[in-house]
């Protein structure tokens, strides 16, 4: 994904990331971004189309990095 670290089952990549000098990501399927939009929201974090922008000081809930990693795996059928 991208060249970049990531996550993933045989040749498929599930969840890549990336730090940068003033945000982080957590890169998943389209799908799993939407069907997730409202937790992402709710957890008051920004989305693109495939990904979530975070800071150091205010993560990804746990509960939902599982839940974007378990549904970008079902999108891509892995």
Do not use: H, N, W
Not at 10 to 23: D, E, H, L, N, P
Not at 43 to 70: E, H, M, N, R, W
């Amino acid at each position: 994904m991208y060249d970049m670290p990531g996550f993933g089952f045989g040749k498929t990549i599930v969840a890549g990331y990336a730090a940068f000098s003033k945000q982080c990501g957590l890169y998943v399927s389209k799908g799993a971004i939407t069907a997730l939009a409202d937790e992402i929201a709710a957890a008051g974090l920004k989305a693109t189309k495939t990904g979530v922008t975070f800071s150091t000081g205010k993560p990804i809930p746990d509960k939902l990095v599982k839940k974007l990693a378990l549904a970008s795996r079902k999108e891509l059928g892995v």
